[in-house]
């Protein structure tokens, strides 16, 4: 009898031998989710970009007279989060879905609705001068 005995305590104790102390390793695969339209607008120059935000304020029913300022700014949720300040209605979030779909939201209700709060903007950039070639007098040589 001591032998069925000694078989199960060896057993328990080759279990317990597997175990660890505290807490397990966790192997956790990270997946992001790949928002085109977002991709695009950070190809883009900011003049372009900031034509593209406000588009999206605009297109939500919402007013913008120019967006002087914008940036990425983080992924939440499976959506790319932007940020821009229009010159007549403040700071808007704008959130773009990898189906293109997008929600536009003032910065001053992220609390409330429990939604990333939007980071400062980075200060305006001076705007690039554009030069002209000089004009030529006209005259053939």
Request: hydrophobic share 40%; proline share 7%.
């Amino acid at each position: 009898m001591a032998r069925p005995i000694a078989a199960f305590v060896l057993a328990a104790a080759g279990l317990l031998a597997g175990c660890e102390d505290g807490v397990p390793e966790q192997n956790m695969t990270r997946v992001r989710i790949v928002v085109p339209a977002s991709d695009q607008l950070k190809a883009l120059s900011p003049l372009y970009r900031f034509l593209g935000l406000r588009r999206s304020i605009v297109d939500s029913g919402q007013r913008c007279k120019k967006v002087d300022q914008g940036a990425y700014q983080q992924d939440w949720n499976n959506l790319a989060m932007w940020t821009a300040h229009c010159t007549d209605t403040g700071d808007w979030a704008i959130y773009i879905a990898p189906n293109d779909d997008v929600q536009v939201r003032r910065c001053a209700d992220s609390a409330q609705l429990k939604l990333p709060a939007c980071k400062p903007l980075p200060p305006a950039a001076a705007e690039a001068e554009v030069k002209t070639a000089p004009a030529s007098s006209g005259k053939a040589r």
